[in-house]
């Protein structure tokens, strides 16, 4: 079927150090969009990232994410943790099975703590 | 001031009560979503619509109805609560069924 799948339920980095959430995808449609989004604590998600062009690199608030079709993946990354960086973090596709139906699937989210 | 809001924000009945959660936005977007978030399962999605009047069945719509009333208004039923259903509820509206979508604050609900 259908799905997005992150693979750390947490992830535990040290501020200043890189991190990365793994996101990988499976589907048999035409896919459109993909997204990243951040819920911080007792708050709504909204939307870090989006993209739909292979081999693109989209950036925001110092993430960035690329899109590889041919690995299924978009995997979300930043080059130095912040304190302010923990929250959970919700990867996201978009695609088009007819003319009649198509469908956003998240993966399960990934919770990122970024300790001193 | 808040595009999407939900109402109420937190709520607690009783095995067998019936309990009707509230969106608004003020987005102008036509289309508009009902989520659930579990730890461990994620965002799921109950119900959407991409317009007054309209209804879209989702991935868990078990247990519950929702119906349009406006472009702005959403509502999410339950009719039959459960301790099942005990969650934390979101709304979302977006321009188009694959653009950003954006999110009220959430109403947490427990099902005694």
């Known amino acids: 079927g259908d799905s997005v799948t992150q693979t750390e339920g947490l992830v535990t980095v040290t501020e200043g150090l890189p991190v990365k959430l793994n996101c990988t995808y499976q589907t048999t449609y035409l896919t459109i969009a993909f997204f990243w989004y951040v819920q911080y604590l007792n708050e709504a998600p909204q939307v870090l990232l989006r993209s739909s062009t292979d081999n693109k690199r989209t950036e925001h608030q110092g993430f960035h994410a690329t899109l590889h079709k041919s690995s299924s993946s978009f995997h979300l990354q930043k080059s130095s943790a912040q304190l302010s960086d923990s929250a959970l973090y919700y990867c996201a596709l978009f695609f088009i099975a007819s003319s009649s139906f198509s469908k956003l699937v998240f993966g399960q989210g990934t919770s990122l703590s970024v300790v001193p | 001031e808040a595009a999407v809001t939900q109402s109420p924000r937190n709520k607690v009945t009783v095995t067998g009560g019936n309990v009707t959660l509230s969106c608004r936005q003020t987005?102008?977007?036509?289309?508009m979503y009902w989520y659930r978030q579990d730890t461990g399962h994620g965002l799921r999605l109950i119900h959407y619509s991409y317009g007054a009047g309209n209804l879209q069945i989702g991935d868990v719509p078990d247990g519950y109805k929702a119906t349009r009333t406006t472009q702005e208004d959403f509502f999410l039923l339950l009719e039959l609560a459960s301790p099942s259903q005990t969650s934390l509820y979101f709304c979302?509206?977006?321009?188009?069924?694959?653009?950003?979508?954006?999110f009220g604050p959430g109403t947490r609900l427990l099902v005694l």
């Open positions: 979302a509206s977006s321009e188009g069924i694959g653009d950003t979508q954006y």
């Open positions: 987005n102008s977007h036509n289309y």
